[in-house]
């Protein structure tokens, strides 16, 4: 079956431009996660979807960055006013349950951002 | 911030050797799961081990789990070159994983 998709898989951004990333997680799927993956690092939690509803927005790294999931399937991850330095692997992951940790998380391939 | 940090940071190995990584964690969780990553296949969930778990299997995999030192290791038997990749242990504590840097292995043919 069709895993987690993301699009654009690249994206380059000038520095002051704004960017929208698209995630289309699994069908049916309850749970929705972004991640951030700098260059030889883990994932690093962004923010967590039940739902519509964003539970989590705690890794968010500034005011700049935005996510929404209006009708609890597909997601977007807004970054606003790019910098250098949000220049990364951005994941997004999906997984059945609400109760997560229970559950795997299913990954899509990511989009890689490159602001310069 | 993250929690788990994986050791080595890299491995090199010849096709046919286990290749064994360990992966150290600070505060208390609920499981751990190892991830893999590679450019073909992106993030691939391996295998899921509970906190009131010691160890499990699942093919090539072992996994052992002592919560008393806070720390997990991931055996790969028999490797192969297509095991080439990075290799994450993520802790969950509530719903969020945490993942350390990872350790990159390369299996040589």
């Known amino acids: 079956g069709a895993g987690v998709s993301q699009s654009p898989r690249y994206k380059v951004a000038k520095r002051g431009q704004d960017v929208a990333l698209r995630c289309d997680p699994i069908?049916?799927?309850?749970?929705l996660f972004w991640y951030q993956q700098a260059l030889g690092q883990g994932p690093e939690f962004l923010t967590y979807?039940?739902?519509?509803?964003?539970?989590?927005k705690s890794g968010l790294p500034s005011d700049r960055f935005f996510a929404e999931r209006p009708e609890g399937s597909v997601s977007t991850l807004k970054i606003q006013r790019t910098q250098q330095e949000d220049s990364a692997v951005y994941l997004c992951?999906?997984?059945?349950?609400?109760?997560?940790?229970?559950?795997?998380?299913?990954f899509g391939p990511g989009t890689r951002l490159t602001v310069t | 911030s993250q929690q788990g940090e994986e050791d080595p940071q890299a491995l090199s190995i010849q096709e046919g050797e286990n290749a064994t990584m360990n992966c150290s964690y600070k505060?208390?969780?609920?499981?751990l799961q190892w991830y893999r990553q590679n450019s073909g296949r992106g993030l691939v969930h391996l295998i899921l081990?509970?906190?009131?778990?010691r160890e499990k299997h699942s093919g090539r995999l072992r996994v052992t789990l002592d919560t008393s030192k806070k720390s997990s290791s991931l055996l790969i038997t028999a490797s192969r070159a297509a095991d080439t990749a990075s290799y994450f242990c993520?802790?969950?504590?509530?719903?969020?994983?945490?993942f350390g840097a990872g350790t990159t292995v390369t299996v040589r043919a």
């Open positions: 081990i509970r906190s009131n778990e």
């Open positions: 993520a802790t969950d504590h509530d719903y969020k994983l945490s």
């Open positions: 992951a999906s997984s059945p349950g609400r109760v997560v940790g229970v559950y795997e998380q299913y």
């Open positions: 069908s049916g799927h309850v749970s």
């Open positions: 505060t208390s969780i609920n499981n």
């Open positions: 979807f039940q739902n519509e509803a964003q539970l989590d």
